[in-house]
């Protein structure tokens, strides 16, 4: 109930319920309006009463029928069935801008009208319907009725190889749309190359031990009062990924990928070497336990067994646990799993070095998409 919640931006598959931005009550009914969002998603897969999956109808008395209509519709489990009617109405918008207003909330209050709209946000209208105390106590756990939440598909991405805005779990994708967004960095100075040879390799396809999945994806929310380095971060934690500026002035991005080298650089085309040691035992450590978001167990936030790097441990003698590397963007444990993997690789380096090339050395930079990974 803050007097000014903060936007959120959904990406991938998320769930949750919202911020409440209107709760009223009349005739034995309350009436609440959830925020869910900022900007257009996609829809919503499931909708879930007191952590309980619930079907939803266009029908309002039993038999219900099978598909619910575009926004919402009446929940059909027995539990929130009295004397035949449905005592729960679930209606949504998906945040269109101009967005259609509840028409409901205008039958219930004079002062609601058209011009509440709530353009560019999603949304979600709960309607409990008042029982009976004695049934009341026991379909809702509470006197504000039943907690929501729901799984919803967050906003849909352009995606320059096909030329459509539509719905990914591509973490490349989802890092174009916040550079480019007028509520991120606003920038339109993009490298396509980059950016598809990229979102490609996100969309790669791997084994797993249920199966196969992408390897890279993005699932979770962002809020855009957080700084634009902390969501970048984020975003580029869940593929390994890199930004920097292109001789041309765009924005240029890697990702984690195995590759091998086509170009070879030879003593010749060396100018100079400078050599360090690697990590001391104040900024090493041996075992990284990341945080990640289990879309297989509900979407609950969940800290990983430690990824433990023996041949760390071995040289610095002694294990050192870090815990901070986050990856609630990551939607699954596999994937946490490998980019713990990498992660602890290059921040624990034997030694450090630079080399200084001649033009030479211009083959192997990744400016173009020929030699993105050369």
């Known amino acids: 109930k803050d007097s000014v919640g903060a936007c959120w931006v959904n990406l991938g598959r998320v769930r949750g319920g919202g911020q409440r931005v209107e709760e009223r009550e009349r005739d034995g009914k309350l009436y609440m309006v959830r925020g869910q969002g900022h900007g257009l998603i996609t829809g919503r897969e499931k909708h879930f009463l007191d952590g309980r999956e619930v079907t939803l109808s266009a029908d309002k008395s039993p038999p219900f029928s099978a598909q619910p209509d575009s926004?919402?519709?009446?929940?059909?489990?027995?539990?929130?069935?009295?004397?035949?009617?449905?005592?729960?109405?679930?209606?949504?918008?998906?945040?269109?801008?101009p967005e259609t207003y509840y028409a409901q909330l205008e039958a219930a209050f004079a002062d609601w009208d058209n011009t509440h709209r709530l353009d560019g946000l999603s949304s979600v209208l709960l309607i409990f319907n008042g029982p009976p105390v004695n049934v009341f106590n026991g379909m809702f756990s509470s006197s504000q009725g039943a907690d929501y939440t729901c799984i919803a598909q967050g906003i849909k991405l352009f995606d320059n190889r096909t030329g459509h805005t539509e719905w990914s779990e591509n973490p490349v994708l989802a890092v174009r749309d916040y550079i480019t967004s007028s509520d991120g960095l606003n920038s339109l100075e993009i490298d396509n190359d980059l950016f598809d040879y990229a979102a490609d390799v996100c969309d790669?396809?791997?084994?797993?031990?249920?199966?196969?999945?992408?390897?890279?994806?993005?699932?979770?929310?962002?809020?855009?009062?957080?700084?634009?380095?902390?969501?970048?971060?984020?975003?580029?934690?869940?593929?390994?990924?890199?930004?920097?500026?292109?001789?041309?002035?765009?924005?240029?991005?890697?990702?984690?990928?195995?590759?091998?080298?086509?170009?070879?650089?030879?003593?010749?085309?060396?100018?100079?070497?400078?050599?360090?040691?690697?990590?001391?035992?104040?900024?090493?450590?041996?075992?990284?336990?990341?945080?990640?978001?289990?879309?297989?167990?509900?979407?609950?936030?969940?800290?990983?067994?430690?990824?433990?790097?023996?041949?760390?441990?071995?040289?610095?003698?002694?294990?050192?646990?870090?815990?901070?590397?986050?990856?609630?963007?990551?939607?699954?444990?596999?994937?946490?799993?490998?980019?713990?993997?990498?992660?602890?690789?290059?921040?624990?380096?034997?030694?450090?070095?630079?080399?200084?090339?001649?033009?030479?050395?211009?083959?192997?930079?990744?400016?173009?998409?020929?030699?993105?990974?050369?």
């Not at 519709?73 to 801008?97: A, D, L, P, W």
């Open 71 to 97: 926004d919402g519709g009446f929940v059909t489990q027995e539990k929130y069935t009295y004397s035949s009617n449905s005592m729960v109405e679930i209606r949504t918008r998906n945040g269109t801008v």
């Open 204 to 374: 790669r396809e791997i084994a797993t031990r249920s199966g196969t999945d992408k390897l890279y994806r993005v699932g979770g929310s962002y809020r855009l009062t957080d700084p634009h380095e902390a969501i970048l971060e984020a975003l580029l934690n869940t593929c390994d990924g890199e930004l920097f500026i292109t001789p041309e002035g765009k924005w240029g991005i890697t990702v984690g990928e195995a590759v091998t080298p086509a170009v070879t650089l030879e003593k010749q085309h060396v100018i100079s070497v400078e050599w360090s040691n690697g990590n001391g035992l104040l900024d090493a450590y041996t075992s990284l336990k990341p945080t990640y978001t289990d879309q297989n167990l509900g979407y609950v936030s969940e800290t990983i067994d430690p990824w433990i790097d023996e041949a760390l441990i071995e040289r610095y003698q002694k294990e050192i646990v870090r815990d901070d590397f986050d990856l609630t963007l990551v939607p699954s444990h596999h994937q946490a799993r490998r980019l713990a993997k990498i992660r602890i690789a290059k921040d624990n380096p034997v030694a450090r070095g630079t080399v200084r090339y001649n033009l030479h050395g211009l083959k192997a930079v990744p400016y173009t998409h020929s030699r993105a990974h050369g």
